[in-house]
T-cell receptor, first 113, second 114 residues
Framework: DGGITQSPKYLFRKEGQNVTLSCEQN?????MYWYRQDPGQGLRLIYY???????QKGDIAEGYSVSREKKESFPLTVTSAQKNPTAFYLC????????????FGQGTRLTVV | AQSVTQPDIHITVSEGASLELRCNYS??????LFWYVQSPGQGLQLLLK??????LVQGIKGFEAEFKRSQSSFNLRKPSVHWSDAAEYFC????????????FGSGTRLSIRP
């Protein structure tokens, strides 16, 4: 089945540690995105990538980093510089043209203690 | 830059009643518009989308939305809600000048009264 796989579903980390969230898609989509979701704030764009080896900052990129070495994969690293990392993280992909919708993974809930 | 506003944080309707969720957008040209639904702890599922043409768009699960350029709105409607419609609903806007940036509203949580 084609889709987007995020892993793990739940992740716990100690404060000060970097953590990497996985996102893989087999939809042959060019564009991939990372969103952060907090209660009452909707989805905020962290980073997005339109093609391999290229990515752009979204609205809340500080404290996060990404890579896009393969078309299928767009991992997100939450660094120790991110002051409030506990959140629900959603990965999405699209064909990358303006008139296409985004398809979402099931999300990763990160809790930093 | 585009933006989208969902003025209602939480709405409760009775099962079988009609539903309208509001969405207003800001963009200098005709945008691409979407409605997504999210169940607790899950990802988002596309309900419907508007790109061009007929301003009344039909989606899955019996939902529809109407694009009104004069009001910069894209409200979501359903004639009769079911208990399974309880979820969070997000309106989103994409800019024709940007291939990849989709901006989401803050969401409306829908509760269904038995």
């Amino acid at each position: 089945d084609g889709g987007i796989t995020q892993s793990p579903k739940y992740l716990f980390r100690k404060e000060g540690q970097n953590v990497t969230l996985s996102c893989e898609q087999n939809l042959n989509h060019d564009a991939m995105y990372w969103y952060r979701q907090d209660p009452g704030q909707g989805l905020r764009l962290i980073y997005y990538s339109q093609i391999v080896n290229d990515f752009q900052k979204g609205d809340i990129a500080e404290g996060y980093s990404v890579s896009r070495e393969k078309k299928e994969s767009f991992p997100l690293t939450v660094t120790s510089a991110q002051k409030n990392p506990t959140a629900f993280y959603l990965c999405a992909s699209s064909r990358g043209t303006a008139n296409t919708e985004a398809f979402f993974g099931q999300g990763t809930r990160l809790t930093v203690v | 830059a585009q933006s989208v506003t969902q003025p209602d944080i939480h709405i409760t309707v009775s099962e079988g009643a009609s539903l309208e969720l509001r969405c207003n957008y800001s963009y200098g040209a005709t945008p691409y518009l979407f409605w997504y639904v999210q169940s607790p702890g899950q990802g988002l599922q596309l309900l419907l989308k508007y790109f061009s043409g007929d301003t009344l768009v039909q989606g899955i699960k019996g939902f529809e939305a109407e694009f009104k350029r004069s009001q910069s709105s894209f409200n979501l409607r359903k004639p009769s809600v079911h208990w399974s419609d309880a979820a969070e609903y997000f309106c989103a806007v994409g800019a024709r000048s940007s291939a990849s940036k989709i901006i989401f509203g803050s969401g409306t949580r829908l509760s269904i009264r038995p």
